[in-house]
């Protein structure tokens, strides 16, 4: 009686065992691979997820909130993990007492210079997520793709060129800005944006990879509560393989983006990840 209601919650009562089984396995797979990418590289989550999930048949309406919440479980992990490996820094240092004791302004420069950038980030990509779906801005999606696509590429070969600034917060709350432009307009290109432009502009590869990340998995939770807002469906028997898979791939990714050297592979690697989702996003906008 238990295990039926589990499949009923789940959404398989009406299911094949053996296709439910490997249904669920393909699932666990691709969420475990780009969670693996994402949670070592800063990206690629919800780009590759969510056409594969669509070309499977699911809905956006089903998909949406499954990859929101599964990004969302495996990106606070992954910066856990990236936190204790030492690839960035997320600790709290030096607020004594309560912020509104200390004053908000003073308490933010008490933080460590990632958390710093993180809360930029995230706050400027929460802001944009909101507005997005509170405001409809009426411009073609084939132009916006398209933009989205070119910007990417240039932030590609930019890092492949090894071209990078003096950082500064400034020009961290400028990455932050257009970040949040791109995914308000048009709900693409964060990751590689926000990674790539923090190394431009002079942050070290591991804290930006970091940084992104849990940068993203602020704004899923924002984006799944806002979700919950509007609509009250949920697909368990989505939401439960993409996040276990997700979880285990973020177990691991940390480890390898600690054990990559920039100045080596990891540069080059990263530099063509961020370029092929540029060109595939070119291509998806044009061929379909």
Known sequence: MMYGE???????????????????????FIAFFCGLVDSSMGMCYGTIL????????????????????SQALSGVLA???????????????????????????????RLSMDLKVTLCITLLGMMATIIAALTAIALP????????????????????L???????LNKMIIVGVLSAFNKGLS?????????????????EYRRSIATTILSKALICIVGFLTYLLRFS??????????????ILGSIIGPHITRRIKFRGKGRLILSFLIMALGSWTLLRTWMT
Do not use: C
Request: net charge positive; no cysteine.
């Open 6 to 28: 589990l499949y009923k919650l789940a959404g398989w009562e009406n299911s094949d065992g053996v296709e439910m089984f490997l249904t669920m396995l393909y699932l666990l």
């Open 50 to 69: 969510s056409p594969t999930l669509l070309l499977m048949g699911y809905s956006p309406i089903v998909v949406v909130p499954s990859i929101l919440f």
């Open 79 to 109: 910066a856990g993990i990236h936190h204790y490996l030492g690839n960035v820094d997320f600790r709290l240092k030096s607020i004594d007492g309560r912020p509104n004791e200390l004053g908000y302004i003073e308490a933010f420069r």
């Open 141 to 160: 999606r084939m132009i916006l793709k398209t933009y989205i696509g070119i910007l990417v590429i240039i932030m590609g070969v930019l890092l492949l």
């Open 162 to 168: 090894d071209k990078h600034l003096k950082f500064s």
């Open 187 to 203: 709900g693409g290109g964060f990751g590689p944006i926000v990674t790539s432009g923090q190394i431009i502009s002079g942050r």
């Open 233 to 246: 469906y949920l697909k368990w028997s989505l939401i439960f393989p993409l996040s276990i898979g997700a």
